[in-house]
């Protein structure tokens, strides 16, 4: 029991933590989640998170509010997913509510903006570093159709700005067209075997 | 007041069903119903808002309910819109998080979450290249460039080589890339 509550507290405080730094936007909190829940906690692998990452990239609302409740329900069950939810969209909740109010002055300030040019470098780093270690995971599957899919989305969602269900789709129908592919030619190939 | 909460829930969980993707590809549904629909706010204040998104932390779309939600109706507008918002994500997330869990053992299964892992993958790319581009050159669509930001550049290999080598604590280095920046533009 109070192992648990723990570990409430720290999905709490963690992710509090990771939303009241992720500047950016929805990818930013991949590579924080996995420091924390990956690296340090060992909650679960890197494979798991590549998971967590395109199941919330793949289903409605915010990718950060998505992966934060994923992350918490594979670490601590439905409690740990409400838990986490709650932490992630409280620091937006707070800032914004603070900031709506003196807006105009905040988008002003020389010093802020200042700061958020320096931490938009640092942000940068930290997507590179993770897309270096998820593209490693990705080669070692030795699938040439998934090691094309990845500079494929790429083009289609940067060059040619298509809309990212439609990508989405698209690459989950060639996987299944791929195994069924697959899977025909097994049959053909025993059904021959059977016939000698 | 009630009814104007559970509107404004009603409202922002339609965003929140319909955003897939996240990120910059929601603004314009978001503009429809906030500023075209339900004239909630203007388009120069809708534009302002962000801005402000780009600069504190959050996803656009948390922050955008947030801030509508407050100007209509208090903190509580502000918290039914982003609960609104947030809800249905989350809720469908979990939801096929544990279809797949249960049915890994299905080849067909096996291979749709490959294939969205990969193309997710591809989708985090096309994000850093954009936080690439301003970061370096300061545009977000592809086009001429103009400036190079010699220092910003430095800032982002300083990090990478922490983040890769000594395996920096990321929140560590976003406060120590604030205060380089605060340093560097600031003074």
Redesign the interface.
């Known amino acids: 029991m109070k192992e648990k509550l723990k570990l409430y507290l720290w999905l709490f405080g963690i992710n509090l ?1 990771i ?9 930013v909190v ?3 989640v996995r ?1 924390y829940f990956v ?1 340090k906690k060992r909650l679960f692998d890197e494979d798991a998170l ?17 992966l934060a ?2 992350a918490g ?1 594979r670490a601590a069950g439905a409690a740990g ?1 409400v838990i986490s ?1 709650i932490a992630a ?1 409280t ?3 707070i ?3 603070i ?2 109010v003196w ?2 002055a ?2 002003a300030n ?23 270690d ?2 490693r995971a ?1 080669l070692k ?1 030795r ?1 040439l159709l ?2 094309l ?6 083009a ?4 040619f700005s298509v ?3 439609l ?2 789709i ?7 067209m ?2 069924y592919l697959k ?1 025909k030619k097994l049959r053909l190939f025993s059904r021959s075997e059977a016939n000698e | 007041m009630f009814k104007q909460l559970g509107f404004l829930f009603f409202v922002f969980w339609q965003i929140g069903l319909f955003s897939i993707g996240g990120g910059y590809a929601i603004i314009p549904l978001i503009q429809e119903q906030v500023v075209d629909t339900y004239h909630w706010v203007s388009q120069k204040v809708f534009t302002d808002i962000i801005t402000i998104s780009q600069m504190t932390p959050g996803p656009l779309a948390v922050n955008t309910s947030t801030f509508v939600g407050i100007r209509i109706a208090g903190i509580g507008g502000a918290v039914a819109a982003t609960v609104g918002c947030v809800i249905s994500g989350v809720v469908i997330s979990l939801a096929l998080y544990r279809f797949f869990c249960r049915h890994r053992e299905s080849t067909y299964v096996f291979e749709v979450l490959n294939g969205l892992k990969a193309a997710s993958l591809g989708l985090i790319v096309s994000a850093a290249a954009t936080i690439l581009m301003l970061t370096f050159f300061g545009i977000s669509e592809i086009g001429p460039i103009r400036h190079v930001d010699l220092a910003a550049a430095a800032v982002f290999l300083g990090a990478l080589a922490a983040l890769r080598k000594f395996k920096i604590n990321p929140i560590i280095l976003m406060v120590i890339t604030g205060v380089l920046g605060a340093v560097l533009y600031g003074l």
């Open positions: 933590f939303s009241a730094f992720t500047f950016g936007g929805g990818y991949v590579p924080m420091k690296e590549l998971d967590m990452a395109a199941v919330s990239q793949s289903t409605p609302g915010a990718i950060a509010v998505n409740s994923l329900y997913a939810c969209v620091p937006p909740l800032i914004l509510g900031v709506s807006y105009q905040f988008a020389r010093l802020i903006a200042a700061v958020l040019r320096g931490m938009q470098a640092g942000v940068a780093a930290l997507i590179v570093d993770l897309i270096v998820m593209c990705v599957e699938s998934l090691m899919m990845i500079p494929g989305a790429f289609a969602s940067f060059l809309n990212v269900a990508i989405l698209v690459c989950c129908a060639l996987c299944i791929r195994m899977k």
